[in-house]
């Protein structure tokens, strides 16, 4: 059994930061790849950012948020976390952790069912003006 227990989420104004932590406990046997997905109301759930699990491999980060957010695992703690600058109204979500497996780190595949295998609860983070 995996468990994903995120935190970080909150309110924030614009241009401020927040940094979103995951806690993965379990084995992820047969998975290779974890990241962060977003909704928002309305909308579809979307791949924000994900990293290999294995390896040292580049990480993939959506096109329109580079320059923004950044993904990183710790895993001596078994955690992945996803660094959020320069926050956006548009940035206002529910954040997800999620582990699975994908051939490449893409748009494309990380959004493609079903490469999540595993999810978390979601945190939620909200940008004002």
């Known amino acids: 059994q995996v468990t994903l227990v995120e935190s970080g989420g909150g309110s924030v104004q614009a241009g401020g930061s927040l940094t979103l932590s995951c806690a993965v406990s379990?084995?992820?046997?047969?998975?290779?790849?974890a990241g962060w997905f977003r909704q928002a109301p309305g909308k579809e759930r979307e791949a924000v950012a994900a990293?290999?699990?294995?390896?040292?491999?580049?990480?993939f980060v959506d096109d329109t948020l580079k320059g923004r957010f950044s993904i990183s695992r710790d895993d001596a703690n078994n955690t992945l976390y996803l660094q959020m600058n320069n926050l956006k109204n548009g940035d206002t979500a529910t954040y997800y952790c999620?582990?699975?497996?994908?051939?490449?780190?893409?748009?494309?595949?990380?959004?493609?069912?079903?490469?999540?295998?595993?999810w978390g609860q979601g945190t939620q983070v909200t940008v004002s003006s």
């Open positions: 379990g084995s992820t046997m047969g998975t290779n790849f």
């Open positions: 999620a582990i699975g497996a994908v051939r490449n780190l893409s748009r494309r595949d990380l959004n493609a069912p079903p490469a999540v295998d595993y």
């Open positions: 990293v290999w699990t294995r390896g040292r491999g580049t990480p």
